[in-house]
């Protein structure tokens, strides 16, 4: 057969705010590869299908020395993270042509052999659910979420949650699984479409932070007994202002200061930590991959599947498109889960 | 006999910023107390030998409306904190005439009868240590040094610790826990005299945060895996800044704060709490007494009297001196333990 073309997304500039489609990263398409005849290796041939686009992205958009918790992009490489594909040809061992398969540092381009390929998960994908759902809910958000809940929540009946960007793909799961304890759960959102579906999945409390004063519903709804920061910044401070004695406050993210060039953040109530005797967690999923992963892959699906957690997703079609994905979940455009479909089999 | 006066330190106004002498507490000597004849009801006399001075009691010198961990000092009436003292008079079984007992709500008096007796503890001092002692290194500075390094410090041998405040009571301790666990110990103190102690004690590196830079001490002799926080603000922050991968921090408290105002501080930091994983800790020690009182009455005294744990302390003589010494720990004029000694014996 003769050569197609492997189209990618290269980043190709370091941002200083948001991240810039055309600029940040750029849509090329002049790569081509022989399906039949490119050497393996050892290794698998890849057709890519769902790429799972996350705020932390934008941690590895960096000057190659900084150094932080996972490596930078490469100037000038394709962006990479979390997807899905399917073996187009194999010479890996338990690995055949069909198969589908998972990887964490999935290329974003239409087909990609992997150096490494020891990190590659074959999926049994349940009947019924969209090979997307993979990407979020029964992937890595829904990870985040399941299984820092279960190690660092602590969660009793009765007791009062606070989620933010509850909407989205790790806050929808994680107010869930708030409900599902039997808490009381307060989410922050930040459009009305979001509101709605928030509401939808079972929070009690539902604002639109950009129309309504965080501070203000927080000291009338809390206080908090457990608060999942995706945000950091001015909303941390409140949360902590309206903690309750011995909260624990999980911290997933702070998306609040990843587009704001290194920006201080001014905090009133630090000293909560202290006088509220609060456990606060940082945490980077895959260090509880262990304990919880088994555990995960018995439950979550089949909640799933029975419909008992709701996800939502928000599909970007088309690879060319990878840019604007990549800008939409630092500003929040999304609701749920961000996947760009590069194929959809 | 006839009536003896009955000395008290009077909390007369909230501050705004630090307590002054005079006008935050008053010294009133117009009470008499008739020793032989004064109802107790069950209960016992004490007369006040050593009382305890603390940061944390700027907390208690507030609005009552305010609400806070502890309950804020009343308008009127003595200050009140840990203190030890001789039984002048009992009708509590168990306790007889000449004990010395502790009380985590010692009035700054020269005596007093608890209405409830029920917290008195009887101490049985070891031969050949001052009283004193059971004030600093073996009362609730030691223990909060000691439980919460227990608790939450995890300390491997060759990792590094980093101290704030570590010529204080509560932070030399913590300097030696360190040592004693076999780690490399950064301390910052707030004068070239501290700077002599803290070198003593066995810090390995000493700084005065005054006239040295804490950031470009930390950035050379970090990354921290244990920060130890009497201080908050941006000592807190440069810990952040220079924390190594799964750090922990112990947030015992934020002095930077208490006398501000509740001015805003300006962090730069605290997404390393995300990308660093860092486990943050505030805590009260009493939360830790039933967890490790026992142990802590096995090692710690023993390892003060062979002096394999030094302490140091800073005493006031004469209860009209109390306000001065409830200034001199906001403002870190004390080298150690600050005890006002109301009488000997």
Redesign the interface.
Known sequence: MAPVRNAKLLFKEVPKGYPEPGKTTVYDTSDTIDLDTVALNGSILIKVLYLSADPYMR?KMRDPNTK??SPPFTLGAPIDGFGIGKVVRSEKEGLKEGDIVSYHAMQWVEYMIPEDTSYIEKLDPLPGLSLSTYIGAIGMPGKTAYMAWKEYAKAKKGETAFVSTAAGAVGAIVVQLAKLDGMKVIASVGSDEKVQFAKEIGADVVFNYKTTDTEEVLAKEGPIDVYWDNV?GST?DAALGNSA?LARFI????IS?YNSG?Q?????N???????????????VS?LFSKYNKEFNEVIPKLIKEGKIKHNEDLTKGLEFGGEALLDVQVGNNTGKKVVVVAEN
Not at 264 to 268: F, I, L, Y
């Open positions: 941690g932080s918790y950091g941390l004695v911290e997933c993210g702070m200061g290194g201080p953040v001014s905090m009133k630090l000293m909560k930590i202290v006088s509220n005797q609060i456990d606060m967690h940082g945490f980077i260090r």
